[in-house]
């Protein structure tokens, strides 16, 4: 089974960087879509960033290109960055990382099929 999980989040002061990390257990798909999400409490899920491990293509939302960089380690596949600097305190957030096959990927949350639990990400004025 496939299943996806998080770590990393944590508090930062405005202006700082968090680094988070996914692991993608159980996936056996070799061409695969990976993704972050974010949600705060009473608002809807919004894409962060995306990256397709057959050619490394990246995807991010206007609001944190430039500031995050999502990223797949050389030396585990099935492991992925989500390296955030510049950070505000509009980042606050449950941050998600998802998973699914296919041929291109998208940054909408129902293109994506597994799901990871979530890790807090708080930024402090």
């Known amino acids: 089974q496939v299943q996806p999980v998080e770590s990393g989040g944590g508090s930062v002061q405005a202006g700082g960087s968090l680094k988070l990390s996914c692991v993608v257990n159980?996936?056996?798909?070799?061409?695969?879509?990976m993704g972050w999400f974010r949600q705060t409490p009473g608002k809807k899920r919004e894409a962060v960033a995306s990256?397709?491990?057959?050619?490394?293509?990246?995807?991010y939302d206007i609001s944190v290109e430039g500031r995050f960089t999502i990223s797949q380690e050389d030396n585990a596949k099935n492991t992925f960055s989500l390296q955030m600097s510049s950070l505000k305190v509009e980042d606050t957030a449950m941050y998600f990382c998802a998973a699914t096959p296919g041929d291109i990927c998208y940054v909408v949350d129902s293109f994506y099929s597994y799901w990871g639990q979530g890790t807090q990400v708080t930024v402090s004025a």
């Open positions: 990256i397709y491990t057959a050619d490394g293509t990246t995807k």
């Open positions: 159980g996936i056996t798909f070799t061409r695969y879509c």
